[in-house]
């Protein structure tokens, strides 16, 4: 990482552990801030974080490595998580799975190689009577079909599409 | 593809005027409250039953170390597989939820509440964030709530990140300070030495605005629904093989068959009550009771219809709970992974009666032996279904499924 990203990183995670605290409490929602911003913990931001709530870097990894939302590893900017558990499974999760992996060229645990979506299990999202169930990020689509796959996977592309046009316009400006 | 509201039948709920039963709390004393919640016999919503007064009680009694805060938590982890209508609660009665916990503030002397929002549910948070605000600006919360002097009291939402066993609520204040979500040994109870080893009173959603219908309505008319050991109305989330699916509230005490009639669920083989953690009852019981003194649950509901391979069932929840234990002790991290392989052995039609007596002795164990509720449930599902669908499991031919 370039030395002004670091500096960057390291600004915003003391901005972070001012609002939140400097804690041990305010552990989680510091690190769930930088996963939705950076839709990973990396080692350098971990040790950060470790400095600013004063505790050691292998305490964060412990309670990143906990968590299923939270990840050490880069993961998608879309972040796709099917139901697997049992109401979903009944409703026919199987055959959403494998339209999913057959889209996107992945299977599940892995992210596109352009980093756009990765693609996990999920266990009950409390949506059992209107499953399959999954979230993407986190909005909810309930009621998936294997045939409807492609135009949720679209609708991300789209506004994809339209932030990497927003970061481009705010560049220029 | 968008979520649809849940609700199947009008709930008791939406007699209950926001307000009312604060108004009724800051009538009395605070002995007065719990009083009131004890008379009315809840018990807790959250799964465990436990006597919500009792605990008000206790956490009442204890002394916060060095004079610090007391706390009440509202669980909106909501987990437990099948389980939704806290989801449908936290939407649609918000205001009945942050008004138990106010009430709970009352009466056991907390100044600071935190809800704690499975990280599932984060589209929430700007309707709750919402809800929050305005009841700020209307008095409800803050220093002097409606104008009675000395009662301050403000509530925070703090986000899960994806873990069902911090709806273990030792696991869930061990993820509130920062830590893994594994939970503790108890004693010492979260009412004595809970949030930063505070005395702190964890309720479940439906709990809490039960409580607020309580205050409202009185202790005695709750009371007067359901049954003598298991008072008042309850929630049930409705999933599975049936005609709708979805939240109805029923008194407790209703039998599964009746519940199956209003779901649309009749002619079913089989249906599991309390989640994954709960138990599969077949059809010749479905004339039990559903109530804390029969079948208990936190109000999921699944059902089975005839054409279902039980064996197949029984893994999905053993994947669940392989994939959900924290790992911390051993009857759990190890037993579930046998019982799934155990299961593995079932499909392939590979295990003798004398290894599946092998692993009902493990069930045992775990039940006795593992640290908290997880691993002491999760093999509930096997046994009742290894108990009452023997003929379908044993012997498998990979042809026959
Ligand atoms: C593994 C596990 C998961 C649990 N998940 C939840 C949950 O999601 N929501 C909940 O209210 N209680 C859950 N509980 C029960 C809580 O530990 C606790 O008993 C409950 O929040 C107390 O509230 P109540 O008395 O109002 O039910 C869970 C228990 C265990 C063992
Ligand atoms: S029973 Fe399971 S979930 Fe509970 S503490 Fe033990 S390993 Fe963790
Ligand atoms: S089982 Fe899929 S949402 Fe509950």
Redesign the interface.
């Known amino acids: 990482m370039l030395v002004s990203q670091q500096q960057k990183l390291q600004d915003e995670i003391r901005a972070l552990a001012a609002r939140h605290g400097r ?7 510091i ?2 801030d930088l996963q939705v911003r950076y839709a990973s913990v990396s080692d350098f931001a971990m040790q950060v974080v470790a400095d600013e ?1 004063g505790i050691h870097p292998a305490e964060v990894y ?2 990143v490595s ?5 990840h050490s590893q880069p993961s998608g900017r879309f972040q796709i998580r099917l139901c ?4 979903c ?2 409703a026919g999760k199987a055959r959403v799975a494998r339209q999913l992996e057959n889209e996107l060229g992945i299977r599940f645990g892995e992210t596109t190689p352009d980093g756009r979506f990765s693609l996990e299990w ?10 399959p169930a999954l ?1 993407v990020n ?7 079909s294997a045939e ?1 796959v492609h ?2 996977i679209d609708d991300c592309r789209k506004v994809f599409g339209a932030h990497a046009a927003q970061a481009a316009h705010a560049a220029h400006a | ?4 509201s ?1 609700k199947k039948t009008p709930l008791t709920f939406d007699t209950i005027a926001p307000g009312q039963g604060l108004a009724a709390a800051l009538k009395k004393s605070r002995a007065d409250i719990i009083g009131e919640v004890s008379a009315s016999n809840l018990r807790g919503r959250g799964g465990a039953g436990f006597p919500t007064g009792t605990k008000w009680n206790l956490a009442a009694a204890a002394q916060g170390q060095d004079g610090g805060a007391k706390y009440v938590v509202c669980n909106a982890d ?7 209508k ?2 449908v609660l936290l939407l649609e009665y918000t205001d009945l939820v942050f008004e138990g916990m106010t009430i709970a503030a009352r009466a056991i002397g907390a100044t600071k509440g935190i809800l704690y929002l ?6 929430m948070r700007p309707h709750l964030d919402g809800v929050l605000a305005a009841r700020r600006t209307a008095g409800q919360l803050g220093a002097n709530i409606l104008g009675t002097t000395g009662f301050t009291f403000d509530i925070d939402i ?2 899960g ?4 066993v911090c709806g273990e609520e030792t696991a869930l204040i061990e ?8 939970p503790r040994n108890r004693p010492p109870f979260p009412v004595n030495t809970g949030f ?1 080893g505070q005395p702190t009173v964890v309720n479940n959603v439906e709990t809490l605005a039960s409580v607020s219908a309580i205050l409202a309505k009185g202790a005695a008319w709750f009371r007067a629904i359901g049954t003598e050991k298991s008072a008042g109305f309850k929630l049930f ?5 049936c005609g709708a ?3 109805y509230e029923f008194p407790l005490g209703i039998t599964v068959a009746a519940l199956l009639e209003k779901v649309g669920g009749t002619g079913a083989k089989a249906v ?1 009550i309390g989640g ?1 953690s709960g138990v599969c009852v077949p059809a010749s019981e479905f004339g039990r009771r559903i109530a804390f003194e029969d079948l208990a649950t936190g109000g999921s509901i ?1 059902v ?1 219809g005839q054409g ?1 391979d039980m064996l197949h ?1 029984a893994k ?2 053993m ?2 709970f392989v ?2 234990s ?1 790992g911390q002790c051993t009857p759990c991290r190890a037993g579930n992974a046998k019982l799934l392989e155990g299961i593995e052995m079932l499909e392939r039609g590979a295990c003798s009666s004398a290894y599946l007596r092998e692993l009902l002795n493990l069930c045992e164990t775990m039940q006795l032996a593992s640290k908290c509720g997880l691993g002491q449930s999760s093999p509930n599902a096997f046994v009742s279904i290894v108990t009452h669908f023997q003929d379908e499991i044993l012997g498998r031919t990979a042809a026959a499924h």
């Open positions: 804690t041990r409490a305010a552990l989680v929602p690190l769930q709530v412990g309670v906990f968590y299923a939302f939270l697997q558990t049992i109401s499974d009944l999920a266990s009950c999202l409390g949506m059992c009577d209107q499953g979230l986190d909005r909810v689509y309930t009621r998936v409807q135009r949720i | 593809m968008q979520p649809t849940s909501e987990g437990e597989p099948g389980t939704f806290d989801r499975r990280g599932e549910y984060v589209y703090r986000m990140a994806g873990a069902y993820s509130l300070e920062g830590h893994r979500g594994e930063l989330s409705v999933s599975g093989d699916p979805g939240v599991q994954a699944i089975f279902r069932v999905n929840f994947e669940f994939e959900e924290c």
